[in-house]
């Protein structure tokens, strides 16, 4: 799950702050019938924890809020 200041994967109750993860990959998805439908998957992944994982969210203004290190944190990693 996203939140303000970290991902939280409750499975493991672990908490990725921004400098624990990259991403690797994102997609914007709009839905058929309404633009304003919108969601972004993200491809992460932490070496410091050795995992990789999927993260869902909103886009625009359905989107979760954050804090402006971690909307960094959510930029794709650069090749």
Excluded: T
């Excluded at 109750?13 to 839905?31: A, I, N």
């Excluded at 919108?38 to 994982?53: P, T, W």
Aim: charged share 30%.
């Amino acid at each position: 799950n996203l939140k303000e200041n970290c991902i939280e994967c409750s499975g493991n109750y672990l908490q990725l702050f921004p400098g624990d993860f990259v991403v690797d990959k994102h997609y914007r998805f709009e839905g058929v019938s309404d633009p304003g439908d919108e969601a972004i998957v993200y491809a992460i992944s932490s070496d410091k924890f050795n995992l990789k994982g999927v993260l869902v969210n909103g886009y625009g203004i359905s989107s979760d809020k954050i804090a402006d290190e971690m909307i960094k944190a959510l930029g794709e990693k650069e090749s």
